[in-house]
């Protein structure tokens, strides 16, 4: 436990050292200490996905072997988990013209062409997601220091909006499977899921990139995938709470991880990120708020790791090119992302 | 021109031996003629999207040299340019919070967090996008010969959806850069931008190889760009139609070249991919209704191509990974598409 | 209980005669003895509607004494009764503008207006709402004996869309208080609430009427009401399956006390206005089938009849005015309302 | 022309006195002199409509005579006049569920059942509305004397939400028929329509009233049917800049006619209920800054007014039954609406 003499306690990386009581200090202290605000000029956009450079895409494709490729994203539809809090609703999804239309009745096109068409109406955060800079606000400022009204109005984010990551988010990949790692150990019965409210430390970040061996190393650039099992779980038992219950995550305390490494985004297979229930008495989503805001983390939440995960553990690489750009939706705080890994 | 003996009048390749008034017999003949249905299975839900082996994107990998990456998207905005044709609106994006409310207001949430998150409205075929296989329907068939009724009802593609091919589409793409080759000639200002009506022949394409060079090949599984310059012309005069109207296109006697080469998909920087007006005197969109329900081919429309021609120009380097996985939308029909060319 | 001689089996007003294994028998039976297709003329798109003239509206304008107003909806926002059920979404109500933005920030607008706009996406099934001609067809046949498919398409309905109604449905309604008749002997706490699963029946309604008095007749024309009390029920205690679970409602036999009386519409404060579950071990909302497509009634839904309930107890008059149009959305098989009472 | 000696001159009812130079010195001396903050309480969420009581309603009713029935409504399609402003669509109406489906392919239902549902986005300015007490704001304060950003943030309107006018607008309609009054005179062919840029001023409304005789009066609790023609010309030549484009409508110097006669809503059948342009160098709906947040005049806007027009002509009588009651849609700034006249 990496902690003490540099670390004051506020910023201990040891879960069991957190005040529960008080999570504005804590966060206020985190804030301060990870703050990345100017680092890359007062006009910046794009936050920590500015240390992937055109090199670090270049290697991340030189990863590819088999040429294996892994859509990391859920099923956009009707049955996907969210249940109307904060009016995010699943995708609807209807047609306005359909195969049906086209046989039996006619569409009004000449020569036999028949066609059909369709429309989906969608909160931007309903399924697997990359929040953007402007999703999260730290005491009214949002990433830069920008006043979080002058940044997302009812117009959308003027500054930060996603579509500025358009091509920005290509880079290496690595996956920690933290849910492989763990959850023998800690699942009741043995599966590769870690258990509701577990707090992924950074011991066991390190421990998952020892274990798992040199593809896993983690650094400047790297777009890191974080599977705890939570959706392996939801797949085989039902939702139950995925959107917003309790769900392993990772721990307030890796902030300092976060922003010593250099990672230029992380995702995970869960709702949210990081562990539920928060690791304090009364706080909501404490590490959003210094890693988006503060550190300028753009976060993938919703993640199906789970075949990539398989293909990692059989072969041994937990690398790869990992290409997920969103879609480039002018003003958008978070984007849908089909995330591609190619192995 | 690749004519004659093997290729009776109803399948020329040279547009001036189309019958305009005949367009039936020619979409019949091609469709015969070009028709994949059962060559991957009774079950096949991707067509030609089945070209593309781990081989060709491992291949695909190898092309990267600088790491450079190219978003070919659109903005998805209410700038676009759809006019409610077929109820096809621009995305319609609305806040759902915003970081006037969370500095100004208060949004309930404790310790200064702030929150933004926003929804989105539209057709699948608003903006940059992929047609899947149940988009296009000819006679009443679609893909591999089922029925479309049965494939396509108002619950949505209950077959070929395009959640089928999230993986798929990453592989090799060429650019070829017609705007570029035959702009300078025909265009009236002698810019690199073909002029609304133009029909790319075969003859075209093959020339445009040539003069690419090698690095241009078209083959097997390749994933293949056609550049009009028609969205450049949009984007620095306006819509003007863009959306349906008058443009440069494929020919509708390019279908024979589509299914010989065994290219994967086709995109163009153009609304409706083939040439518009359609080269018949009372027709829609024919060679959509050859090459999607028949050769089985999924179609790229509304591409940005410019920056990344720029590049190609720059460095003589045509070919790159190109990666475009649709949003798996269950039971969609098209897709939004970010797609990325990496080079 | 007017039966046996005049009513053969298939027919019968007791619901305890109806053979549960049997409702494609009694189904048929109902549709060909109350079928009004032709009635009204090959073109006709309102049904019973037809049964309100001039005169019975001015009749039913002369019923307001005091000028007591009463809106019979129930809120549109996201806490309404849906959970997904066919695609059926609470409505999601976003703004385009805030005051929040215009107090805060500005909006671009001169000399401090400042404005808030909105937007509503929402099944037009999803609260409270008139099903039109077009929301039910039996057998593949729409109202007056049209296919269905010529009806509606995906284009919306193409004949009887509610635009049709939009000046029609205004009349005297006619409020029957089974909830307050039958609740106080058949709710376990005697309440004005009938259990789930109560099927209300032509003696049912025969007795309210006579209990209620004569203001409480019912014939040619009318607008009938019936409250049941499971929406009370549902304010108080939660939704709990509100749509599309257990719910007393008018039974199957009332078909023909529809037919005879020749009333123009009924609406019921539940989500399916039949009794559920249905009268059938399997069958879905068997009456629709009769009564829709059939008698060509038009059907609400949803309706909040609490206050005009306790205002009807109160002074011993259940007739008003009742004047609920839907908006003319062309080519819909439904539309919210906010229906009025004025008595 | 009542003016001079009563009204200083920031008060003139005479348009030709209006300082063009100067909109926020009338804007600040009509605010100030038409406020009616705290007349209703400080709670009160209704403005002028709290002008109509049940007196008003019954005297209302009992104007009707014959039973016609009105909808004053337009159809709500994608036919609509909006063309993008402000992020202001027409409306989406998309099926579930289609006939079609029903009768060839099957849905799942037993015994021959078959359903269509739909699904509508709109914004809800789009067609024929009323703006509520939160759609418009006079430097940062929203009706009532309440801060904008207290009353409308991106949860809606939480005070003055359309939902508490559910009941409300129900009472004595008046039609002002200017374009029947004016238009043969100033229409270049004569018709019943004014020109565009036409400012109604009070000596108009009050000569108008004299020529329709006494069914026309206006007083305390009406609700004023403004129609200037403009609609009727859309629906002859095209929309042609019908949503925001120069159009008839009421004078900025009626403001005080509003407020003293005490009427409880106007609506009219234009786009903005106001002059366009406005009256003013440089402005943008002074009249509405006025009238909505100071007054709390419920203003409806795009009403279909011709039909009901043509009758009153032809009868004489300009009096009615107006019953108009929004959606209660909760937190709404406006609602779509299909008010109905009954004479």
């Not at 249940?83 to 995708?91: I, S």
Request: proline fraction near 6%; hydrophobic fraction near 40%; glycine fraction near 12%.
């Amino acid at each position: 436990m990496r902690t003490t003499s540099e670390h004051p306690s506020a910023l201990t990386e040891d879960p069991r050292e957190l005040d529960r009581t008080d999570p504005l200090s804590h966060i206020a202290a985190a804030a301060e200490a990870y703050r990345n605000w100017g680092r890359w000029g007062e006009d910046d956009r794009l936050g920590t996905l500015n240390l992937i450079d055109d090199d670090a895409r270049a290697r991340a494709a030189a990863l590819v072997r088999r040429g294996a490729s892994f859509s990391l994203s859920q099923p956009f539809d009707m049955n996907g988990p969210q249940q109307g809090w904060r009016r995010r609703t699943n995708p609807v999804h209807t047609m306005l013209d359909t195969g049906t239309d086209a046989e039996f009745i006619g569409q009004g096109f000449p020569h036999g062409l028949g066609g059909a068409d369709d429309v989906i109406a969608m909160p931007l955060q309903c399924s697997t997601q990359w929040d953007g800079l402007g999703h999260i606000f730290d005491r009214g400022m949002a990433w830069n220091g920008r006043p979080a009204g002058r940044v997302v109005t009812s117009e959308g984010d003027l500054v930060t909006g996603i579509e500025h990551a358009a091509s920005a988010i290509v880079g290496r990949g690595v996956l920690l499977d933290l849910g492989r790692l763990l959850g023998p150990r800690l699942d009741e019965a043995g599966r590769d899921e870690l258990p509701d409210g577990y707090a992924i430390t950074v011991d066991d970040l390190e421990a998952c990139i020892e274990a798992q061996g040199p593809t896993s190393r983690v650094g400047r650039g790297d777009l890191v995938l974080v599977r705890t099992g939570r959706y392996t779980r939801a797949r085989r038992e039902g939702w139950n709470g995925y959107a917003g219950g309790p769900s392993a995550g990772l721990s307030f305390t890796t902030a300092g991880w976060i922003h010593r490494t250099g990672v230029a985004a992380i995702a995970t297979d869960t709702w949210g990120f990081e562990v539920r229930p928060n690791e304090f008495d009364d706080a909501f989503q404490p590490l959003h708020q210094v890693v988006i805001p503060n550190i300028g983390l753009t976060v993938g939440e919703m993640w199906d790791l789970d075949a990539l995960a398989e293909d990692c553990a059989a072969d041994g690489r937990y690398e790869f090119l990992l290409t997920a750009p969103p879609l480039p939706i002018t003003g958008a705080v978070g984007s849908p992302v089909n995330p591609i890994a190619l192995k």
